[in-house]
C-alpha cells in the first residue's frame, strides 16, 4: 500500500524515463526524427528535475527532513555567531524564568492537585449564613458527619495545631483515623496511621518529608525512632512522599491520629471547639448540592446559627481551587510577570530583524535558486524555535535558581519570630511546569521570530542582490518595539516606585502607640479562657514590668463593633470596642488626653465605664466635652456589629487618641470604646507585656512561666508587637520587591533595545552624517540628531506608559479605599519619568559619541 | 513560463484546477493506461483542445492513488517498453460517477448563465 511502503524516488524516475521514451517512440512513429522526437517529448513533459522535486517532497517525513535540514543549517548559524546567540538566549531565559517561577508558584498553590487517590471527588464541608461563614467544627460535628454514609463515601476530619518538639516549634496535624485510608497519598517510609491506631496507644506519628529532612536529615533509621511533641514521646511509623503535605496550602509537619491528649473527643472543651476541618469525598451519584441541601439541618444543629444558614460543599482537590475571582486578583501580578517576557521577546525579536536585513542577501540568493517564501520563513522561524529552546532549558534552570534564592530572601526577611512557623508548599517541577515552559518558548517564538521572518522573506529580490537593503519598513517596526519597551519599564517602574513608597511609609507610619519592648501572647484556637491563668502568672513575675490583658491585642485583630448612640434611640455609630486592663493605657504609652484612667476596683467588678477615642467623641458629641456623658448602646444591626452582653449603657470616664488596631493599610481606626476588665473577667482573651527595659523583650519570662504552669505550651503565640507590625508591612514590600526586580529588568532590556537601534539606525546613516559633517554641521548638532531620535523613541513610549499606568492606577484607586495607601502617587510618577528618560539618555550617549567621530572624508571616499 | 509542450494556439485550453483528476479516472474506464497513454488520450479525445502538461500529471496520478482511486503495476507497454500501469479501483469507479455528474451540472450551468453563443464574447 502507499502509506506503508512509499515508492521511492528511483522508481519514480524510472516511471518518467518510461514516460518520455515511449513519447520519443509515438513522435518517431509519427515521423519525427529521433532528435527531433526526444527534445519535444522533454518540452512536452516540463522540467524533469522539478517534477522529481515535487515528487519528493509530497514524502509524509518531508516536513521531518526539512526541519533536520533547518535544524542543521540554524545550528551552524548559532554556531558562527556566538555572542548573536548569547544575548539572544539570555535575554529571553530571564524573561522566560520570571514568568515559570510565577507560574511554578502558582501550581504549587493552586493548579497541582493533592497527592491523593482521586482528587477530584475531594470536596471541603462549610456553612454560611447571612453575615458570615466558616470551616471549622467540633470534633462529634465530624462524627455525625462521618454516619451519613448516604452522602459520604468518606469523612475525614482534621485540625492544625502548633506543637513543640525538643523546643522547637512544628505544625501537626491532628487526623481521624481514616485519614490515610481514606486519601491514599504515597509513603515514601513505613506505614500511614489506620484504624489499628485507635485508642492511641503507642502513640504513632507519621512524619511529613519536609519534617523528616528538617528533624531527621532524611535518616531512614528514624522509623521507629520517638519524637517528642509537646513533651511526650511518639513513635514515628511512617514518613510520607515529597508529593503529599496535607490538606491545605501550609504544609504539615507530623500527622497524629486523634486522642485525647490533642482534642477530648467528648465532654468538656472538646464539645465546645470549633476547630475541626472536615473533607469528604462524596458517594457515587450525589452531586455537591444534593449534599448540601441534605446538611442544612445538621449545620443549624452544628453552628447554633440560623439566619440563612446553609451548608457548603466545595470541591477542594488543591489547595486552593481555581476561581474566576482568583483570576481576577491575580490578572495583574501575572500581567507584570508577562509584560517582562514580552520586553525581552521585543528585545530579541529587535535583535532578529536587525540580523535578517543583514542577510537580505543570503534571503534573496534563496529565494532566486527557487526556494520558496513560505520556505524561507520556516528557516527563520525553526532558526527562531531553536534559540527559543535552549533558552527555555536555560529559563527553567535559572527559574529553579531563582525559586531557591527568592524562598531563602523570603525566609530571612521574614520577621524572626514568624519565620520558624512558616512552611510553605513544595514547588514542584512536574508535567504542568514544563508544558508551561515549553508553551511560553513557543509563542515567545511567535512573538520575536515570526515578525522579523516575515519582515526578511518580502525583501524585493534585485534589490537586494545588488546590495540595497529595504529596511525602511524593518526601521519603522524597530522602533514601535523600542517604544513599547520603553512604555513597559515606565510602567513597571512607577508601579515598583509606588509599591516602595508605600510600603516605606507604612512601616514608618505612627501607629499612635508605642512596640518597643511590648510583646503580645494570643491563645491560638479558641480556647481563649487559657488566657486568664497565664495573665495571672505573668503578673506575679518580677521580670515584667507590666501586664495587661484585652480582649483583643491591637494589630491582631479590630474587635468587635457595637451600635453606640450618645442618647437611647439616637443615631447609632458603628464603633470597635475592646475589653482592656487598667494597665493597656501606660503599657502602649497611651496618655489619657482628658479624664482618667480606669481604676482596679472598675476593672474587678466590670464597670459601666468607657474610655473613648478623639475621633469617638467626635462622632458622638461633636463640640462637647465627653468626660461625664453616656454612651447607649443600642440593638446592634449590621454585619460584625455584636451586642456587648450585661452592658446597657457606659459612662465615658476618660480619652485617648485614636490609633491603629486593626489592619495597618486601612488606617486609624474611625474610632474606639475601651471597656475595663481584669484577668479574671470572661473578656480577656489575650495579654499584652512589657519588660523593664524598652530593649529586653520579657520572652525567657514568658517561656519560664508558661512551661512551668501549662501542660502545652504551644497552645499559646508569643510574638513581640513590632514584628507583628513588620509582619503587616511585609507582604506590600515583599511586592515592592518584586515590583522593584521587574521594573530594573524591564529598564535594562529597554535600554539595550534602544541602544541596538541607536548604533543600528547609526550604521545606516553613517553616510548622511558624512555629509552633514561635511557641509559644516558641529559636533554638537550631531550629537543633538542622535539624541532627539532618541528621545523620539522614549518619549511615544513614556507618553503611552504613563497614560496606561495613570488609567490603571487611577481605576484601581476607586476600587479599594485604604488610608493608608497612596496608589495616584505624584512622587513615584516623576521618579518613573526621571530613571526612564536617565535611562534613555545613558542609551544614546555611546551612539551619539560614535556619531561626532565619523571622519566625512573617510565614509564618504569608503562607501561606493 | 507556462507553454511547455507544444505550439499554445488559441483553440488549446490549459486544465481548469481540478479538471484533470476526473479526466483521468474517465480514461482509466477503458483499462489500465501508463502515463503517457493517459496524457495522449486526453488530447486525442478531447480532439487536441485540452493542454495537458505531461510532467503535471504525475502528482495528480500519485493523489489519485494516495485516495484509493486508482492502483499501479509496472508491467510492458504494446510496443514492448517496461510502464507503469493505472488501472481504476471500484471506489475510483464510484468517484468518477460523482464527479462527471457535477461536471455535467456545473458546465450546463455554466452554459446557462453565458447564454446563445451569438453574445459578444
Known sequence: MAIFSRRTDDDFADEVQAHLELEVDRLMADGMSAEEARAAARRAFGNVTRAKERFHETSPWMWLEQLGQDLRYGWRGMRHSPAFVATTVLTLAVGLALVTVAFTIFNAYVLRPFAIRDPGSLHQIGWRSRDSGGRHFRWRDYEDLQRRTDLFSAVIGERTRVASSSDRSIMIAVVSLNYFEALGPAMALGRGLGSADAGGDGNPAVLSDQAWSRLFDRDPSALGRAIDLNGRAFTIVGVVGPSFTGLGDMPRDVFVPVSPAWDPPHGGAGDRLRETEITARLQRGVTATQAERALTALMSEATGVCAGLRAEVRPQSSPNVLSAEMLVVLSPVFAAFVLVLITACANVSNVMLARAIARSREMAVRLSI??????????????????????????????????????????????????????????????????????????????????????????????????????????????????????????????????????????????????????????????????????????????????????????????????????????????????????????LRMPIVRGRAFRADEARSGASVAIVSAATARALWPGDDPIGKTISLERPSGPNVEPLTGYSTL?????????????????????HIYVPASPASPHANAILLRGRTDRDLPTPAVQDVVKRTFPDPEVFEVLPLGEMRALQVYPLLAAAWVGTLLGAVALVLSVSGLYGVLTYTLSQRTKEIGIRMALGATSGAVTGLILRQSARFAGIGAAIGLVVTFGALRTLSAAITLQAITLVDVAAFAAGIGVVLAATLVAAWQPARRATRIDPCLTLRTDT | MKTRSGPDTSDQLALLQGTLDVLILRILVFGPQHGQGIARAIQDSSDDVLLVDHGALYPALQRLEAQNWITAKWGTSANNRRARFYTLTRAGREELVQQSSRWRRLSDAMARVLGPETANG
Open chain 1, 370 to 587: 527557487g526556494a520558496s517564501r513560505g520556505r524561507v520563513v520556516r528557516q527563520l522561524v525553526t532558526e527562531g524555535l531553536l534559540i527559543a529552546l535552549v533558552a527555555g532549558c536555560a529559563g527553567l534552570a535559572l527559574a529553579a535558581w531563582g525559586l531557591r534564592l527568592a524562598t531563602t530572601a523570603f525566609f530571612s526577611t521574614l520577621p524572626a519570630s514568624v519565620a520558624p512557623l512558616v512552611r510553605l508548599a513544595p514547588m514542584t517541577y512536574d508535567y504542568r511546569v514544563f508544558l508551561f515552559a515549553l508553551a511560553v518558548s513557543a509563542a515567545a517564538t511567535v512573538l520575536f521570530a515570526l515578525l522579523p521572518a516575515v519582515q526578511a522573506s518580502r525583501i524585493s529580490l534585485t534589490g537586494a542582490l545588488r546590495g540595497q537593503d529595504a529596511s525602511r519598513r524593518g526601521s519603522r517596526l524597530r522602533s514601535a518595539l523600542v517604544a513599547g519597551q520603553v512604555a513597559v519599564a515606565i510602567v513597571l517602574v512607577i508601579l515598583a516606585v509606588t509599591l516602595a513608597n508605600n510600603g516605606a511609609a507604612l512601616g514608618a507610619s505612627d501607629l499612635g502607640f508605642d512596640t518597643n519592648g511590648v510583646l503580645s501572647v494570643n491563645v491560638r484556637g479558641e480556647q481563649d479562657e487559657l488566657a486568664r491563668p497565664l495573665a495571672e502568672a505573668l503578673a506575679a513575675d518580677p521580670r515584667i514590668s507590666l501586664v495587661a490583658v484585652t480582649s483583643g491585642n491591637p494589630l491582631f485583630n479590630q474587635g468587635v463593633l457595637v451600635a453606640a448612640a450618645p442618647a437611647p434611640g439616637a443615631t447609632i455609630t458603628r464603633t470597635p470596642c475592646t475589653f482592656v486592663s487598667p494597665e493597656f493605657f501606660p503599657l
Open chain 1, 651 to 671: 459612662t465615658v470616664v476618660g480619652t485617648v487618641g485614636d490609633i491603629v488596631s486593626g489592619i495597618m493599610v486601612t488606617g486609624r481606626d474611625s474610632g
